[in-house]
């Protein structure tokens, strides 16, 4: 198994500002990913972290906005850059081999 | 593009009913696992299924995938009130865990 921290918990923050969000692996893994969850909604992947290349970002979503970085085998970041409103969702962070692991997950509200 | 279908989206039944939620998606894939979600919560896993024909079965709940159909189902039986929460189907599209999930069916169970 694996345990995730995810930090912050939960931020409010004004429009125009980023938000550098974190995920600590107990374990080392290859790939982790970042998913988005808007209110009332399912889960969107965002894309996948690997250690020592570019993040894969998946149909929708770009680096300029959603910059990732993946320094070792343990921790990725994900920021959230230029906040809007429409950036309040929940961010998790997950890892897996045989079964997946997600973490708890970043509240965020953009006022 | 791939999809993962679920339905139905919103569920609402009586307590001691039976019914199924079912979990089409588009792509080739062996591996399907199904989340609970409560409100303000992060993912609980309930299964993973990861060959054709696999069954699993937790209390009240099981849960199937035919890979040839491309089609899991989550069966409910004699639903109690418990049970009421989101469940998604999250296909695995790469065998390490990156997930395309379902739309979630919203379950009300109702005393």
């Known amino acids: 198994s694996a345990v995730i921290s995810q930090k912050p918990s939960r931020d409010i923050c004004q429009r125009g500002t980023s938000l550098t969000i974190q995920c600590q692996v107990d374990?080392?893994?290859?790939?982790m990913f970042w998913y988005r969850q808007q209110p009332g909604q399912s889960l969107t992947l965002i894309a996948t972290a690997n250690q020592g290349s570019e993040a894969t970002y998946e149909s929708g979503f770009v680096i300029d906005k959603f910059p990732i970085s993946r320094p070792n085998l343990t921790f990725s970041t994900l920021t959230v850059s230029n906040m809007s409103p429409e950036d309040s969702s929940i961010y998790l962070c997950s890892v897996g081999w045989t079964e997946a692991f997600f973490g708890q997950g970043t509240r965020l509200t953009v006022v | 593009e791939l999809k993962v279908e679920q339905n139905p989206l919103f569920l609402s039944m009586q307590e001691g009913k039976n019914y199924t939620i079912y979990c089409n998606y588009s792509?080739?894939?062996?591996?399907l696992y199904w989340y609970r979600q409560d409100p303000g919560k992060s993912l609980e896993s309930l299964f993973v299924?990861?060959?054709?024909?696999a069954v699993k079965q937790e209390g009240r709940l099981m849960a199937s995938l035919d890979t040839k159909a491309r089609l899991s189902t989550l069966h409910i039986t004699a639903a109690v009130h418990d049970l009421s929460a989101t469940y998604f189907c999250?296909?695995?599209?790469?065998?390490?865990?990156?997930?395309?999930f379902g739309s979630g069916t919203k379950l009300n169970v109702k005393p």
């Open positions: 792509t080739t894939s062996d591996r």
């Open positions: 299924l990861l060959s054709n024909g």
């Open positions: 999250a296909v695995d599209v790469n065998n390490f865990n990156k997930f395309y």
């Open positions: 374990s080392q893994v290859t790939m």
